[in-house]
């Protein structure tokens, strides 16, 4: 198993926001709402931002 196979999109549409999922396969490319139709640009790198940085400061 690999929870990490599809990325989960918002769509940006304010009046749609349904949650795409896309296969990681489709990162930087252009994808379509299924509800809006909307135009959405799939991230090179998921969502989560984790900033592992050593103690430099
Ligand atoms: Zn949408």
Known sequence: MTPDAVI???CPNL????VLSVPKEARGRLIRCR??????QVPQKPA?????KPNAA
């Open 8 to 10: 989960r999109l918002m």
């Open 15 to 18: 009046k749609c926001k349904s």
């Open 35 to 40: 509800n809006c139709g909307s135009t959405i």
């Open 48 to 52: 989560q931002a984790s900033t592992q």
